[in-house]
């Protein structure tokens, strides 16, 4: 049997109380797996309240999945935590022994790294490009080992300093530092651009699309403005900003999406997107689009309250987009919706609105309601515009 590069398993800490919520991390943990070409084949739990400081789990567990990847011939052991360099360097140096080193190295991935990966292969922008390896190196700089596998060493034969002796991790960490150094200069330049061009749209109003990844925003998208976004059933579908120019009747606006938001996610990219997250931070109007379908979906308006909290645009007018409410409706038929929405009001939401997306359900009730909306906003910057204060509308008043 030979190893397939394909192949992980994945770890994570749970509790039998928490069960659901374990699951449904592992769930998530492996579609992010599949995003990156990965198939998870076993799952490994570990009943601990906090992380094993040296190796993340214990002893006995760690026993068993070294044998299960050995006997399986597994190459990526992944962990839903983020772990700490001295964890990664001693995790790595378990799985590749001097027993299977002549054979294959086993990849210790956590979740940051997982996630880091995944936005480098779907960046197509320079920006985009550029914001993903910053966050990425230096995410990678303090957790450098001679077993690390993940980073392409990239030396020359001549221009490196440091006597024959020096260590092979001084100058990847050195060269890594350099890289770090050159990737900033190259993003304040581009930030520089797209600020002009962000100064440039200051006098139309601007929509910007919110949400977890994979709730359908990308769809939603296309909808509204006619574009052909890529809208695939995958995490992190869309990493590049997309905005386009929309107009319901006389009132024209900026329609953008941008990245889905996830559990976790790295601190280092955050810090790096927030000039593309300035298309969020800078809109009139935000379309928080939920996956209402999804078993965990309050958790998920959750994680990108916060997100939204981190990058300062928590305050910003905000329409709650319940999107796929076809299978919701499915899966609970007895479902008491005018109570819900009574509920996100009181949770804060002004405007609450169940949608399904792929069905065209309740989209022109949707797009009356941002129509209403980015009229008010347009009439704040052109208050002569519309003669009387009537604005075109292109549907049937009453």
């Known amino acids: 049997m030979t190893p397939q590069d394909n192949k992980a398993v994945l770890v994570a800490l749970g509790n039998a109380q928490q069960a659901e919520v374990t699951k449904e991390h592992l769930d998530e943990l492996a579609f992010l797996a599949e995003t990156a070409g990965i198939r998870s084949v076993m799952r490994f739990v570990q009943n601990l309240p906090h992380p094993d400081s040296r190796t993340f789990v214990g002893k006995g567990k760690l026993l068993e999945i070294k044998a299960f990847v050995r006997s399986e011939q597994v190459v990526h052991v992944i962990f839903d935590d983020d772990l700490t360099p001295s964890q990664l360097k001693n995790l790595e140096k378990e799985f590749n022994t001097k027993e299977n080193e002549d054979h294959y190295k086993v990849r210790v991935y956590d979740r940051s790294l997982l996630i880091l990966d995944i936005f480098l292969w779907r960046a197509q922008t320079a920006q985009a490009r550029t914001q993903v390896e910053l966050a990425r190196n230096q995410y990678l700089l303090p957790r450098l080992s001679r077993l690390w596998t993940h980073l392409e060493r990239q030396r020359?034969?001549?221009?490196?300093?440091?006597?024959?002796?020096?260590?092979?991790?001084?100058?990847?960490?050195?060269?890594i530092r350099d890289q770090i150094s050159v990737l900033k200069e190259k993003l304040e330049k581009i930030e520089k651009q797209k600020y002009t061009q962000r100064k440039s749209r200051a006098n139309i109003v601007r929509v910007a699309l919110v949400g977890y990844t994979n709730v359908g925003k990308s769809t939603l998208m296309n909808i509204l403005s006619g574009s052909g976004v890529l809208a695939e059933n995958k995490l992190f579908a869309t990493v590049d900003a997309t905005v386009r120019k929309v107009a319901f009747g006389n009132v024209p606006f900026l329609l953008s999406d941008t990245v889905g938001f996830i559990r976790k996610l790295p601190h280092h990219l955050i810090e790096s997107f927030k000039s593309t997250l300035d298309e969020v931070r800078e809109a009139d109007i935000?379309?928080?689009?939920?996956?209402?379908?999804?078993?965990?979906?309050?958790?998920?308006?959750?994680?990108?309250?916060k997100t939204l909290q981190e990058i300062g645009a928590a305050n910003l007018p905000t329409i709650l987009v319940l999107n796929k409410i076809d299978l919701y409706i499915q899966?609970?038929?007895?479902?008491?919706?005018e109570e819900m929405i009574g509920y996100y009001r009181q949770m804060g939401f002004a405007h609450v609105l169940f949608i399904s997306a792929t069905a065209n359900q309740n989209i022109t009730e949707l797009k009356r309601i941002i129509f209403e909306e980015v009229k008010q906003k347009h009439i704040q910057i052109y208050p002569n515009f519309f003669k009387d204060g009537y604005a075109f509308s292109p549907w049937p008043q009453g």
């Open 331 to 337: 899966r609970n038929p007895d479902a008491d919706l």
């Open 286 to 305: 935000l379309l928080h689009v939920v996956d209402f379908a999804h078993p965990f979906h309050d958790n998920q308006i959750e994680v990108v309250t």
């Open 156 to 175: 020359g034969g001549t221009g490196t300093r440091g006597g024959a002796g020096e260590r092979e991790i001084e100058t990847d960490r050195r060269n």
